[in-house]
């Protein structure tokens, strides 16, 4: 199926559920099985620090949510926690942060080369840096680097991120692209108030942007914040949606499998939820490195629930993919 323009986009949007479930996802499905060869990817996670200067409208680890403890792990930690799943196995690694400007840039160089070193794969999300940043890091051995445009709407972003702009955020995106870093970005999925049609530039922007990973997740109600008095869940439907329609048009990128199930309490990791989108197309789970007292800090949304590594194996099970750390 060739899905090239917005109104191709909007007639799956507004699809029935029975429909999009017979006539689409069998076919996402199969795009992602011939252009990964059958394998689902695991990615070990770590939280590494979850301080942030800024006060994102629907993030649980804005600045000014004073409820969470927060912590900030020594690259020595970070180092010894990714060479101990390098151990287990795991051949990608993925660290993330709140935008910390007081980790030392120096230490987040000496952490990305020395997971290079390890021979690993490396993902960072890391916040807005400065353009010469962004190549420091693809020098010192890192691979790609997450930074979500959230919304294509540039009225809407400056609204919900209020301590950038979507000028600047996409400043940074083509700077990461200039760097030679593979470019992971994506949009908030059915936040309070989107539109099908903003979802929909939101898709074509993945598209123009030529990304390798779409981080994509309904959005979810994180306590404690503004946005969350606006709205609840996203409808994991539409995320199925744009799951699909995302690897019809770009067979080969990675795309988060890890979106909640009907019962929202148990979180990203519920299998349910996660199975649906695997059969819609998506391809990537985490296994989180952080204990499990520290995993409920580092708190974009709540119950995030991603520890230990049995959820990996069942999926792949169920799903009838050969799991690939
Ligand atoms: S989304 Fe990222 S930058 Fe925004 S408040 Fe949360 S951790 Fe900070």
């Known amino acids: 199926m060739n899905i090239q323009t917005k109104a191709q986009i909007l007639e799956i949007l507004q699809m029935p559920e029975e429909a999009f479930r017979r006539d689409i996802m069998p076919l996402a499905a199969d795009a992602c099985r011939e252009a990964w060869g059958g394998r689902l990817l695991a990615t070990a996670m770590l939280g590494y620090s979850n301080i942030c200067k800024n006060q994102c409208l629907y993030c649980g680890m804005r600045a000014g949510n004073n409820t969470l403890h927060r912590y900030r792990l020594p690259a020595a930690d970070i180092i010894a926690s990714l060479r101990q799943a390098r151990g287990y196995g795991f051949t990608r690694a993925f660290l993330i942060s709140g935008e910390d400007p007081k980790y030392p840039f120096a230490d987040l160089l000496q952490i990305v080369e020395a997971i290079h070193g390890m021979g690993m794969f490396l993902s960072l999300a890391t916040g807005e840096f400065e353009p010469a940043q962004y ?3 693809k020098g010192a051995g890192a691979d790609e680097y997450v930074l979500k ?30 760097s030679g870093l593979q470019l992971a970005s994506g949009n908030i999925v059915d936040y309070p108030g989107q539109t099908l049609e903003q979802l929909a530039d939101d898709i074509l922007l993945m598209k123009e942007l030529e990304i390798s990973w ?8 994180a ?6 008095q606006e709205g609840g869940f996203g409808s994991t439907l539409l995320n199925l949606k744009e799951i699909a329609i995302l690897r019809l048009m770009m067979p080969k990128i990675k795309i988060t499998a890890q979106q909640p199930g009907e019962d929202k309490k148990k979180g990203l990791a519920d299998p349910a939820g ?15 490195l952080l204990p499990e007292a520290r995993a409920r800090d580092f708190r974009v949304v709540d119950e995030r629930n991603l520890t230990g590594t049995a959820h990996l194996t069942q999926l792949a099970e169920a799903s ?6």
């Open 149 to 178: 445009f959230e919304m294509a709407d540039p009225v809407t972003f400056d609204r919900l991120n209020p301590s950038t702009n979507f000028q600047k955020r996409m400043a940074g995106i083509r700077a990461v692209q200039k």
């Open 320 to 325: 009838g993919l050969e799991l690939w750390i």
């Open 274 to 288: 996660n199975l649906d989108a695997i059969h819609a197309g998506a391809n990537l789970l985490f296994c989180d």
């Open 135 to 137: 190549a420091e890091l």
């Open 223 to 228: 306590a404690n914040t503004p946005l969350a």
């Open 214 to 221: 779409a981080p994509i997740i309904p959005y979810m109600p």
